[in-house]
């Protein structure tokens, strides 16, 4: 358990922050930061986008502030992990999801760092760690993603282990920061050949939550049913990496391709049910966010519109059943979601710009 729940971007304080500095009532963000760091800003072994001294320092950046203690013992939490990572290579061990996730991981701390702009020397030594995730495995005559973890997605135990596929926990959100960093000028060796990688693999595989180990050699088949679309896991949020990743390398028929995924996710008539609720990690407030990220970089934005505007008054309509107060699953991100506005840049802790 998180010992300062204020400090936990999630569900605390400082997802109320976030929405008050982009309605721009600064004085109030002011009173909300505050109230995070009354009894200190953690930097152990749980810091991470979410949690701890690196939510705060990405607040604080969408507020365009910044703090040297804070971004040193940011700098001490990335440290610290790219040489636990580096450990567990040389064991010859598989990464376990909180290593590299965007929510607890090594992607998610790398998104604080490109916060900062692409000059810092850390940012490439993330890239570069992505990069190597990337490269596949080989388990006697299977190949597998480097990403492949031993436990199931919620770290139980899984025979054979997963492949992650979601933006949250996998390769979409790996795929989401590299791209992003190629379109901001941030490349490290390897880089496009990782994103076109990352590509070919949620082409095949990004409607699907994740792959198990039965599912990818054969002996079970894999679900074919839809699964419900949203930001944290299925065809929209892995559709949105693909697209990034198509920007970044400047390949239209891939574009192309990752917003008709996007858009038959919001036309199926199989999966439209699925959704049911109005958070930010997976409801409505998550696919209006990630569709409107879409629509702003198609050369055919008009095509999502009236989902937009869907997705908008069904998300209006439930605000005031929402019982959470916080960012991912609560009333400030859907009330940031309903703005539609990403001023302060909010929307970088999803990956989706």
Same mark, same amino acid.
């Given at each position: 358990m998180n010992p300062w729940p204020g400090q936990a971007l999630a569900e605390g304080e400082l997802g109320a922050a976030l929405l008050h500095i982009e309605r721009g009532h600064l004085t109030l963000a002011h009173c909300a930061l505050t109230e995070a760091v009354a009894d200190g800003v953690s930097a152990g072994t749980t810091a991470c986008l979410f949690y701890g001294a690196?939510?705060?320092?990405?607040?604080?950046?969408?507020?365009?502030q910044s703090d040297r203690r804070i971004?040193?013992?940011?700098?001490?939490?990335?440290?610290?992990?790219?040489?636990?990572?580096?450990?567990?290579?040389?064991?010859?061990?598989?990464?376990?999801?909180?290593?590299?996730?965007?929510?607890?991981?090594?992607?998610?701390?790398g998104a604080v760092l490109l916060s900062r702009g692409t000059s810092t020397p850390l940012l490439g030594e993330v890239l570069a760690y992505?990069?190597?995730?990337?490269?596949?495995?080989?388990?006697?005559?299977?190949?597998?993603?480097?990403?492949?973890?031993?436990?199931?997605?919620?770290?139980?135990?899984?025979?054979?282990?997963?492949a992650n596929n979601g933006m949250a926990h996998g390769a979409a959100g790996v795929l989401a920061l590299l791209a992003i960093a190629q379109r901001h000028?941030?490349?490290v060796s390897g880089q496009k050949k990782a994103i076109g990688s990352l590509t070919r693999w949620l082409e095949r595989y990004g409607n699907t939550y994740w792959l198990t180990w039965d599912q990818l050699t054969g002996s079970e088949p894999r679900p074919v049913e839809p699964a419900r679309p949203s930001w944290c896991y299925g065809a929209v949020g892995s559709a949105r990496a693909r697209q990034l990743a198509a920007l970044a390398l400047g390949d239209s028929d891939r574009r192309q391709a990752a917003e008709n995924t996007a858009h038959a996710a919001l036309t199926d008539?199989?999966?439209?049910?699925?959704?049911?609720?109005?958070?930010?990690?997976?409801?409505?407030?998550?696919?209006?966010?990630?569709? +409107? =990220?879409?629509?702003?970089?198609?050369?055919?934005?008009? %095509?999502? /519109? $009236?989902?937009?505007? !869907? @997705?908008?008054?069904?998300?209006?309509?439930?605000?005031?059943?929402?019982?959470?107060?916080?960012?991912?699953?609560? +009333? =400030?991100?859907?009330?940031?979601?309903?703005?539609?506005? %990403?001023? /302060? $840049?909010?929307?970088? !802790? @999803?990956?989706?710009?």
């Amino acid at each position: 358990m998180n010992p300062w729940p204020g400090q936990a971007l999630a569900e605390g304080e400082l997802g109320a922050a976030l929405l008050h500095i982009e309605r721009g009532h600064l004085t109030l963000a002011h009173c909300a930061l505050t109230e995070a760091v009354a009894d200190g800003v953690s930097a152990g072994t749980t810091a991470c986008l979410f949690y701890g001294a690196p939510a705060v320092e990405f607040v604080l950046r969408c507020a365009g502030q910044s703090d040297r203690r804070i971004e040193g013992a940011v700098d001490a939490v990335v440290v610290r992990r790219l040489a636990a990572a580096t450990g567990r290579r040389a064991r010859g061990d598989r990464p376990a999801l909180a290593e590299f996730d965007l929510i607890r991981g090594l992607t998610g701390l790398g998104a604080v760092l490109l916060s900062r702009g692409t000059s810092t020397p850390l940012l490439g030594e993330v890239l570069a760690y992505l990069v190597e995730l990337a490269e596949p495995v080989h388990i006697g005559d299977v190949t597998l993603p480097g990403w492949w973890t031993d436990t199931g997605p919620g770290s139980e135990e899984l025979a054979g282990g997963h492949a992650n596929n979601g933006m949250a926990h996998g390769a979409a959100g790996v795929l989401a920061l590299l791209a992003i960093a190629q379109r901001h000028g941030a490349e490290v060796s390897g880089q496009k050949k990782a994103i076109g990688s990352l590509t070919r693999w949620l082409e095949r595989y990004g409607n699907t939550y994740w792959l198990t180990w039965d599912q990818l050699t054969g002996s079970e088949p894999r679900p074919v049913e839809p699964a419900r679309p949203s930001w944290c896991y299925g065809a929209v949020g892995s559709a949105r990496a693909r697209q990034l990743a198509a920007l970044a390398l400047g390949d239209s028929d891939r574009r192309q391709a990752a917003e008709n995924t996007a858009h038959a996710a919001l036309t199926d008539p199989r999966a439209s049910h699925l959704t049911v609720d109005a958070c930010l990690c997976h409801g409505w407030a998550g696919l209006l966010t990630t569709i +409107r =990220a879409v629509a702003a970089d198609s050369p055919d934005p008009d %095509r999502f /519109t $009236g989902h937009i505007t !869907a @997705l908008a008054g069904r998300l209006s309509a439930a605000l005031g059943s929402m019982p959470k107060p916080g960012f991912l699953e609560g +009333r =400030a991100g859907v009330e940031l979601a309903l703005l539609g506005t %990403r001023n /302060t $840049g909010w929307t970088r !802790a @999803l990956l989706i710009d």
